[in-house]
């Protein structure tokens, strides 16, 4: 063929793509135009979803993806306040009858160390993964409740702040992270150490049940059509199980802060065995909320590390069906095995065995999720980047901490075994393995998604290889320390134990983890301005957070898809099929049914606003002062109300009528009767 | 990677009742967390009640050794009085339903009326139990069950307030149609509740 | 690929050697667990043993199975690997049975060591009431041990502090109690722990079945000096503990001497007797440890010093400097008055 036969071949073929396309569409607009409309839509969406500027924009953004990325910075930074914590600790503890912090300032630190790594750095980042995430993967422009997110934030800024500001004016908390009573009670912890602690909690806690609300609510009715609940991300499915344990377990822990803020500061009598209280009822309520907690900050890191691996082994998950059952069943049975922290008490037997079985039995779940992963992973031919990298660490790290804590789960085993230093590297192995090496593995694989710019791999692997190797320095040896008689929570130890060397192995493990960290932030520094430019879809991934540019807009999806798969983009059509109708000029997305996505509503989004952080500000004025007065809650209360009042009754930008009251027509598409969505 | 529309979603609504509308599922999951809240504070008292051979204790003043078993009237006034509130909370829910402005309107004002007083009656509710709350552990954790349930009153009345007077003086569109049946479900919940409540706090002492 | 495996492989197999010599090396010794003295400790000894062993194979299996699938690795970009969507129907059959057959295996598994838990279980808890030979009451205060002897005969009930005179092969039944926090009564060669909680009475029965000196430490966090909570469990051939015992229930030796005289008398006249109480002088109070037989004990300050002389004026004059913030208050005596009283103290046999 002649090169003017094939040019002309060439044109008459774009002519009838772009018929067919003018066809799809169903629109009359001349194909040249096509392009055009599209992109003044795109600039009228940016428009609509731009975000606020300025100080004032700070305080009233309700983007998630900015709520989110501040939770991740925040609790970073709370991350790396939690290590310096564990190098002084571990520095006073590396030789015998050490005095570089005193008895006072080593119960402090252990106390905050605890705190912050649980409440202030583990479940608001696994939280802030969701929320940044869950609306991407499931195809919706926001969350399902924008401002009630960005009231969570603020809450949590300010109980960090609290309990810090306590910490550095040295009327830090020092009972310990779970405060037991009587020693955190009104007699025995005097001052208001262990009031900062217990409101502290109530404002994380707070946090987290608002983030938990959220992500369901996006979860389950914000989903793309097609998106039925069978494929559904594993990731977004972690997230929801884990949202509902937090709405399950932390009214556990209210009761309990608030029983031990009641009994400190208004003379109640829960925990008062002389006036038949109890101090076991104590730590029923913490351990009801606690151990449901360690499961919440590991569950959403299974869900970082399924679809690293899908897209690592380039190959469908294996086994969907038993990963999602895993997902629920070990957030069901993780509800039946607190009093395991309570073996040493004078609970029966009989009570105390039915725990220990649970506490065995939720190993399964758990090996069946490994073997699933290790099943996808057989066979294929494997590029291990730096979130592959990590994964891999998990598996070593976190079955390691699993198999001790079936040793912890037998009883007569765990009277020798707890509160001693075994349980302090069990606990480590499964938090920091089971946590937060997935979690950097995700920092890694989703940072171009965030940024734009590819993460350094060769810094990538400094800060694994760094992290691993320092990690088992400091905790492996532990196990025997704790089998050689090594309590807890000690500030020094005596000579003749012998237990010098392996704490000065422990110690010097601490800074070589730590330099692993300190790589990572390095890296993200780089990265930020050098890092290589990344597409939309740098790991050629198969969710829909990767069908959109990197970073993403504001309004993350023009068109809404439709999904065709539990891998969308991987089966993603030539044309794919999107959702027409949703207004460019106000913010809104798409609500669906909870079961198989089907559309319901145009749903509200609503924009920026200053309620949010005046809400926070009313509760923190009833829960700060309300440690040194009753009358500060009542004053708060009142502050609070008069905020939720402006906040549901005045946003002016609440759009309140239908669509069939305005009579509103989507202007570049006409309707075909055929495409009706379903009625409701 | 071109695209094609399949689904035209232009004539959706915005607002629906029930389980269409995410504000239902952001309510029951708040409901969720009060309902978890009290259960837990439920166990609590029947798990403070092993400490005690007698509960109530006894008064100690009293020449003879008396259980001082809460007194029922304020409370059982109380229990009338929110379950007739039902009635017109459930007008108001089904006129919300079929658009009837008029009888949301006069439904959320005697619910309202409801409200107030029922929470007046829960402040003379305290005095019927023979213990402040620094008394000892009974009169700790009978203030707190009858406290959180007031603090619920308190948010449900003023929340009814609030859409009332939005209703009179502004739009009754389907937003807050929506709102208003939203708020039905927050009181049968409050009510239901705090019959579990008024079941344990009044009778199980009386039951030995 | 097949010699990096194998180095690789070699590499780790150096390294979990040296690790296990390093973390085994400090097997023995006092305080540990894995060093039992009594059937109570030995039982849970062995349990240990048990589970690290079936534990550790586990988790090799794991490992191995994770590093084979890791097999075909390559450097190049997986970008332009397809993703399968639709792998080999047998080829997944086989996985799925691999795995139906591992998570079998572990369920099985985990219902043994259940098992064999439960059984250990029940021999440490069979049969409790009987388990006393001996009958002692601990109650664990902030940051020190009273211990009181029982017995039918109320000539033989004595209260002493911080150490425990058992004698061999006899099972000691502890009654234990918490007066202010929470603390936790453990002496790893002997036994496991149990919390001492205030309110609560909690049952722990243990029996040494050679002669030794076994140290014990509070396992849970009670406050400022938990560190320095510790207690010795002395066990003593039945002859040489009745001797102890018999000398133990006596009242205080009379002070002999001027000094022991004078000694005494600034013992009654300071703020010493607002604390500690001696036998046969009006000292009664017991909010501190008891006195009367100070010097026959091997430490003070609950397993935190050596009882000499030296220990005993430093822990007089300023016990804040050895373990701060506990409750005793620093003393100023003259030389004179401090030298009487340390004679009078270690009369105290």
């Known amino acids: ?680 | 990677m071109t695209t094609r529309a399949v689904i035209d979603v232009t004539e959706l609504p915005r607002h629906e009742f029930d389980t269409y509308d995410p504000v239902w599922w952001g309510n029951n999951l708040l409901l969720a967390i009060e309902t978890s809240m009290f259960a837990i504070l439920i166990a609590t008292y029947f798990y403070l009640r092993q400490n005690f051979q007698l509960w109530p204790p006894p008064v100690a003043q009293l020449t003879a050794t008396l259980r001082p078993l809460p007194e029922l009237g304020y409370g059982t006034a109380n229990t009338i009085l929110l379950l007739l509130g039902c009635i017109p909370m459930v007008l108001a829910d089904l006129a919300a339903r079929r658009g009837d402005r008029r009888t949301s309107e006069i439904g959320l004002v005697i619910c309202a009326i409801c409200g107030f007083g029922a929470i007046v009656l829960r402040s003379f509710e305290y005095s019927a139990v023979y213990f402040r709350w620094d008394s000892n552990a009974y009169g700790s954790v009978v203030w707190f069950m009858l406290g959180m349930h007031m603090l619920h009153l308190m948010i449900l009345t003023t929340e009814t307030v609030l859409l009332a007077i939005w209703i009179f003086n502004r739009e009754y569109d389907m937003k807050h149609r929506v709102d208003i049946v939203t708020v039905a479900v927050y009181w049968y919940w409050v009510v239901a509740i705090w019959l579990f409540l008024y079941a344990i706090i009044y009778f199980t002492p009386r039951l030995g | 690929m097949i010699k990096t495996m194998s180095t690789t492989l070699h590499t780790c197999k150096r390294l979990v050697a040296l690790t296990a010599a390093l973390c085994f090396s400090s097997c023995g010794g006092i305080q540990s667990a894995i060093n039992p003295a009594g059937p109570n400790a030995q039982s849970l000894s062995r349990l240990w043993w048990w589970f690290f062993v079936v534990c550790s194979i586990v988790f090799v299996l794991v490992m191995v199975a994770l590093l084979l699938s890791l097999r075909n690795r390559t450097r190049e970009s997986s970008e332009l690997v397809a993703p399968v969507l639709e792998p080999p129907a047998e080829a997944e059959r086989r996985r799925r049975n691999v795995i139906i057959s591992a998570t079998t295996l572990s369920g099985i598994t985990l219902f043994v060591l259940l098992v064999v838990s439960f059984s250990a279980g029940r021999s440490l808890t069979a049969d409790l009431p009987h388990k006393n030979g001996l009958n002692v009451d601990v109650v664990g205060h902030q940051w020190w041990w009273e211990v009181r002897y029982k017995d039918v005969d109320a000539s033989n009930i004595f209260t002493t502090a911080n150490e425990i005179h058992i004698p061999v092969g006899v099972p000691v039944l502890f009654s234990l109690q918490g007066a202010d926090v929470i603390h936790s009564f453990w002496v790893p060669n002997l036994a496991g722990k149990k919390d001492l909680i205030p309110g609560k009475i909690n049952n722990l029965w243990l029996q040494a079945d050679k002669p030794g000196v076994y140290r014990g430490q509070c396992a849970e966090y009670c406050g400022m000096q938990h560190a320095q909570m510790a207690l010795w469990i002395v066990a003593e051939p039945q002859e040489q503990f009745n001797a102890w015992r018999q000398a133990q229930t006596q009242t205080s030796i009379p002070p002999a001497s001027d000094s022991l005289k004078r000694g005494q008398q600034v013992f009654l006249s300071s703020t010493c007797v607002m604390c500690h109480a001696i036998n046969g002088t009006p000292a009664g109070s017991n909010i501190g440890p008891n006195l009367t037989h100070i010097a026959t004990r091997n430490t003070i300050g609950a397993a935190t010093l050596a009882n000499t002389r030296d220990h005993m004026a430093q822990w007089i004059k300023d016990s804040q400097s050895v373990k701060p913030g506990n409750k005793m208050p620093q003393n100023n005596f003259s030389e004179a008055d401090l030298q009487a009283l340390l004679d009078y103290l270690q009369s105290l046999k």
Request: proline letters at 6%; hydrophobic letters at 50%; a neutral charge.
């Open chain 1, 1 to 680: 063929m002649s090169h003017e036969e094939e040019q002309k071949d060439l044109v008459s073929h774009k002519k009838a793509q772009k018929a067919q396309e003018r066809k799809a569409f169903r629109t009359t607009i001349a194909d040249d135009d096509l392009e055009a409309a599209m992109e003044g839509e795109r600039q009228e969406l940016e428009r609509t979803w731009a975000r606020p500027t300025g100080i004032r924009g700070w305080f009233t953004d309700t983007d998630h993806k900015v709520i989110a990325m501040r939770y991740i910075k925040t609790a970073f930074v709370f991350f790396i306040f939690g290590g310096i914590e564990a190098a002084l600790m571990r520095i006073q503890l590396s030789r015998p009858n050490n005095h570089f912090l005193s008895p006072d300032q080593y119960n402090q630190i252990f106390t905050v160390h605890g705190t912050t790594m649980m409440f202030l750095f583990a479940v608001p980042i696994v939280t802030a993964m969701g929320i940044y995430l869950v609306p991407l993967m499931v195809g919706a422009r926001d969350v399902a409740f924008p401002r009630l997110n960005l009231f969570g934030y603020f809450i949590y800024l300010i109980g960090g702040i609290f309990l810090y500001t306590g910490f550095v004016l040295n009327t830090g908390p020092d009972a310990g992270w779970f405060a037991y009573v009587p020693l955190s009670g009104p007699a025995y912890s005097p001052g208001k150490r262990v009031d900062i602690w217990a409101q502290m909690i109530t404002f994380t806690e707070i946090s987290a049940l608002v983030g938990a609300i959220v992500v369901i609510g996006t979860a389950f009715k914000m989903r793309a059509p097609g998106m039925t609940l069978n494929r559904l991300p594993l990731f977004v499915w972690a997230q929801v199980v884990t949202s509902f344990m937090i709405i399950f377990a932390m009214p556990a822990v209210m009761l309990a802060s608030g029983f031990l803020a009641s009994d400190r500061l208004i003379d109640t009598h829960f925990f008062n065995p002389a006036e038949g209280g109890d101090a076991i009822l104590y730590q029923h309520l913490f351990w009801f909320f606690g151990h449901p907690e360690v499961y919440i900050i590991f569950i959403p890191a299974l869900g970082f590390i399924s679809p690293i691996i899908v897209t690592f082994a380039r190959r469908k998950i294996f086994g969907y069906l038993a990963l999602v059952l895993s997902l629920i069943s070990t957030g069901f049975i993780g509800f039946g095995l607190w009093v395991h922290h309570m073996f040493a008490t004078p609970i029966p037997q009989l009570g105390q065995s039915f725990f220990s079985a649970a506490s065995m039995m939720i190993a399964i779940p758990s090996g069946v999720q490994i073997f699933c992963w290790i099943a996808t992973l057989w066979g294929s031919k494997l590029n291990i980047k730096t979130p592959l990298l990590f994964v891999l660490g998990f598996f070593a790290i976190f079955v390691l901490g699993g198999l001790t804590g079936v040793m912890l789960a037998s009883v007569p085993l765990d009277l020798q075994i707890h509160d001693t230093f075994f349980v302090v590297a069990h606990l480590h192995y499964v938090l920091i393995g089971g946590s937060v090496f997935p979690l950097f593995g995700a920092l890694y694989y989703w940072f171009p998604k965030w940024t734009g710019r590819m993460l350094s791999e060769r810094a990538g692997r400094w800060n694994f290889w760094l992290m691993f190797i320092g990690f088992n320095l400091v905790f492996f040896p532990m196990h025997q320390l704790g089998l050689n008689g090594m309590p807890r929570r000690v500030y020094t130890y005596l000579p003749e134990t012998g237990w010098g060397t392996l704490n000065l192995i422990a110690s010097i493990g601490a800074f070589i983890l730590a330099s692993g960290v300190a790589v990572f932030v390095v890296n993200v520094v780089w990265a930020r301005r050098a890092g290589i430019v990344a597409g939309a879809n740098p790991w050629k991934a198969d969710s829909l957070e990767w069908s959109i540019p990197s970073p993403p807009p504001n309004y993350n999806f023009h068109n809404i898809p439709v999904v065709q798969g539990r891998y969308p983009i991987w089966q993603m059509t030539v044309d794919a099929p999107v959702v027409r109708g949703l207004s460019t000029t106000k913010r809104e997305t798409l609500v669906t049914s909870v079961m198989d996505a089907q559309p319901e509503l145009r749903f509200d989004i609503p924009g920026p606003s200053i309620w949010p952080l005046m809400v926070a500000l009313g509760a923190t004025v009833a829960l700060i002062p309300g440690i040194f007065t009753p009358w500060a809650f009542l004053v708060g209360a009142i502050l609070t109300g008069a905020a939720l009042t402006a906040w549901f009754f005045g946003d002016p930008n609440y759009e309140n009528k239908t669509a069939r009251e305005t009579g509103e027509r989507s202007e570049t598409v006409s309707r075909t009767p055929e495409l009706q969505p379903k009625e409701v």
